[in-house]
């Protein structure tokens, strides 16, 4: 008879431990939603009278953390201090919720408070406490006296009014060219916040002589490792252009990647009411910049097709085709070791793979296309690969439509 009562036990017991460890790989594996909702069935296994509940709670608190839902891994971290209150990861756990929310003084108190629970072990202190001076930086770079209100509101006015404009392009086609001209307008901002700021311009004279040199360094770190100029050449090419949809979207993006960092940079009481949007974008972000990489080589592919039925601009074509073998260039540059920008590199890079694997299959999978295109079409894509190629491009060269342009 007892084992008809003690077998259900270590059978949940058997399951809350897979379960946890099934959780455990898939926050390895970046598996965020999979691990919640293993922690979530052990946590209802285990019960409220579990010796585990509140580490499962915890867990939990750390998957919903990592997807960006802050308030879910609050609450789950506020359950489990109210059942063991010294129990330091559980403070720490409600710590990092709160920075996710922009709580950065309430997150401080979080991490105080796990420093001295009984159980706090030594080898967690160094990174507590970086956490708690990370929370003082912040709160202090919110005070009114260190943040320039009027330019960070600004700033997100503008983009607001960009992402306003995309959707009523739908009913009037000038709202296209009104967002693209914001678009413009930020970009143009920033460059000259990067001028303003730049070393190469702190100590010049007026006199041509001396401006040059500081323009022509400031230019080459401008250019390949902020893009901030080379963005001027697709924004004015859909702008001179009749409004194609696939090349507004990628400025509509860019805004929307922007929006969280200027939140994070209001003062704490706006940003907290604010702090749902953080959390909804910040998770996206990777994705939409891929995606906005993509468009912005389909939408070359457009601006070819206008041209060829007549209905585009030849200028604009080269243009924006200049602009993505620029991109494309640098992207190929900064896997050789020029500098340090994975993630934008990363999603051009993948993007014209994947494109090129298309057109691969389109062209030389089909038997009834004769070999005398496929063989043009593989010296084609020799010759603008060539025109690509970082090396080549240091030196001047390179071949091609403006090959004595070094963008290097």
Same mark, same amino acid.
């Given at each position: 008879?007892?084992?008809?009562f003690?077998?259900?036990?270590r059978?949940?017991s058997?399951?809350?431990?897979a379960?946890?460890?099934?959780?455990?790989e898939?926050?390895t594996?970046k598996?965020?939603?999979?691990a919640?909702?293993?922690?979530s069935?052990a946590i209802?296994l285990?019960g409220k009278e579990?010796?585990?509940?509140?580490?499962?709670?915890?867990?939990?608190?750390?998957a919903y953390?990592?997807?960006?839902k802050?308030?879910?891994?609050?609450?789950?971290?506020?359950?489990?201090?109210?059942?063991?209150?010294?129990?330091y990861?559980?403070?720490?756990r409600?710590?990092?919720?709160l920075c996710?929310?922009?709580?950065y003084?309430?997150?401080?108190?979080?991490?105080?408070?796990?420093?001295?629970?009984?159980?706090?072990?030594?080898?967690?202190e160094e990174?507590i406490?970086?956490?708690i001076?990370y929370?003082t930086q912040?709160?202090?770079s919110r005070?009114?006296?260190?943040i320039?209100l009027?330019k960070?509101?600004?700033?997100?006015a @503008?983009?607001?009014f960009?992402?306003?404009? !995309?959707p +009523?392009? #739908? &009913?009037?086609?000038?709202?296209f060219y009104w967002?693209?001209?914001?678009?413009?307008?930020?970009?143009?901002?920033k460059?000259?916040?990067s001028?303003?700021?730049?070393?190469?311009f702190?100590n010049v004279s007026?006199?041509?002589?001396?401006m040059?040199p500081?323009?022509?360094n400031?230019?080459k770190?401008e250019?390949?490792?902020?893009?901030n100029?080379m963005l001027f050449f697709p924004?004015?090419?859909? @702008?001179?252009?009749?409004?194609i949809?696939? !090349?507004? +979207?990628p #400025? &509509?993006?860019?805004?929307?990647t922007?929006?969280p960092?200027?939140?994070k940079?209001?003062?704490e009481?706006?940003a907290?009411?604010l702090a749902?949007?953080v959390?909804?974008?910040?998770p996206?972000?990777p994705?939409?910049?891929?995606y906005a990489?993509?468009?912005e080589i389909?939408?070359?592919?457009v601006?070819m097709?206008?041209c060829?039925?007549?209905?585009?601009s030849?200028?604009?074509?080269?243009?924006?085709?200049?602009y993505?073998?620029?991109?494309?260039?640098?992207?190929r540059?900064?896997?050789q070791?020029?500098y340090?920008?994975?993630?934008?590199?990363?999603f051009?890079?993948?993007q014209?793979v994947?494109?090129?694997?298309?057109?691969?299959?389109?062209?030389l999978?089909?038997?009834?296309?004769?070999?005398?295109?496929?063989?043009?079409?593989?010296?084609?894509?020799?010759?603008?690969?060539?025109?690509?190629?970082?090396?080549?491009?240091?030196?001047?060269g390179?071949?091609?439509?403006?090959?004595k342009?070094?963008i290097?």
């Amino acid at each position: 008879y007892l084992d008809v009562f003690v077998a259900p036990k270590r059978m949940s017991s058997e399951e809350v431990k897979a379960l946890n460890k099934s959780a455990k790989e898939a926050l390895t594996e970046k598996k965020y939603e999979k691990a919640a909702e293993d922690y979530s069935k052990a946590i209802d296994l285990e019960g409220k009278e579990g010796k585990n509940y509140h580490k499962l709670l915890c867990n939990r608190a750390r998957a919903y953390g990592l997807m960006g839902k802050h308030t879910d891994s609050l609450k789950d971290a506020d359950k489990a201090i109210e059942i063991s209150p010294e129990f330091y990861k559980a403070y720490i756990r409600r710590g990092d919720a709160l920075c996710g929310l922009l709580s950065y003084q309430d997150a401080s108190t979080a991490f105080n408070r796990a420093l001295t629970t009984n159980g706090c072990p030594s080898s967690m202190e160094e990174s507590i406490r970086e956490k708690i001076n990370y929370c003082t930086q912040m709160s202090q770079s919110r005070s009114a006296k260190s943040i320039d209100l009027i330019k960070v509101l600004a700033e997100f006015a @503008l983009h607001a009014f960009i992402l306003l404009c !995309g959707p +009523l392009y #739908l &009913l009037n086609p000038r709202f296209f060219y009104w967002s693209v001209k914001a678009g413009i307008c930020y970009n143009a901002l920033k460059v000259y916040r990067s001028a303003a700021a730049s070393p190469a311009f702190q100590n010049v004279s007026l006199s041509f002589s001396s401006m040059w040199p500081a323009f022509q360094n400031w230019f080459k770190d401008e250019f390949v490792k902020r893009q901030n100029v080379m963005l001027f050449f697709p924004y004015a090419v859909i @702008l001179i252009s009749r409004p194609i949809p696939t !090349g507004l +979207l990628p #400025l &509509l993006i860019r805004s929307v990647t922007r929006i969280p960092g200027l939140i994070k940079k209001l003062p704490e009481g706006m940003a907290r009411s604010l702090a749902f949007v953080v959390n909804k974008v910040e998770p996206m972000r990777p994705k939409l910049r891929e995606y906005a990489a993509l468009l912005e080589i389909y939408t070359g592919f457009v601006i070819m097709i206008l041209c060829l039925v007549g209905a585009g601009s030849f200028i604009s074509l080269i243009m924006y085709w200049q602009y993505l073998r620029m991109s494309y260039t640098i992207a190929r540059h900064t896997t050789q070791g020029y500098y340090t920008q994975p993630n934008w590199s990363k999603f051009v890079l993948s993007q014209w793979v994947k494109i090129g694997a298309q057109l691969d299959s389109i062209i030389l999978g089909p038997s009834f296309i004769p070999q005398v295109v496929k063989g043009g079409y593989m010296k084609a894509k020799s010759y603008v690969y060539g025109m690509t190629d970082p090396q080549a491009q240091s030196r001047g060269g390179g071949g091609g439509l403006m090959s004595k342009c070094s963008i290097m």
